[in-house]
């Protein structure tokens, strides 16, 4: 199994040496993933996905957010059929905050209120970055999810 070898070995260290990765160039310049399940995808699989054909007027908005911790970022998509031109365009969206450490287990609806938005470098067409604030159910602001200090 792939996690018994990697337990046993990693590039030559024991497993709990493995924070000592940043400090070991064997590690660093070695088949980092020849154990990785992942390893066997390839560049030419991921371009047919990215390949297939779509309508013009059919635009992936990721919104993008600060969770609970207030260090990660969280994610999701929405299929919208309109270039939005201000962030005021796109609708505020919702989530399950107790799962973002964001909201206690009731009411914990939060909101995506959108702030800015930049072309996806990572996907071909015309679809977008959404950089949003959340709010708690009642329309305060979560402590941690804020990006106004990213607003130009």
């Known amino acids: ?8 070995d990693l590039c030559g260290m024991k497993m709990a040496d493995s924070t000592k990765i940043e400090h070991n ?3 660093l310049s070695g088949p980092v993933l020849t ?3 992942n390893a066997v995808l390839s560049k030419t699989l991921l371009s047919r996905y990215q390949d297939l054909p779509l309508d013009a007027d059919q635009i992936l908005a990721t919104y993008i957010w600060i969770d609970g911790t207030g260090e990660h970022l969280r994610c999701k998509d929405r299929t919208i059929n309109f270039l939005p ?8 969206w919702n989530y399950d905050g107790s799962s973002t450490g964001q909201a206690e287990g009731h009411n914990a609806d939060t909101y995506l209120v959108p702030r800015a938005i930049y072309k996806d470098p990572f996907r071909r067409g015309n679809h977008i970055l959404v950089m ?10 979560t402590v941690s999810g804020s990006v106004r200090p990213m607003q130009g």
């Open 35 to 37: 154990n990785s399940p």
């Open 85 to 92: 031109k201000v962030p005021k365009d796109l609708p505020v």
């Open 25 to 27: 160039p064997k590690i």
């Open 132 to 141: 949003c604030d959340t709010f708690k159910y009642n329309m305060e602001p």
């Open 1 to 8: 199994m792939i996690s018994q070898s990697l337990e046993r």
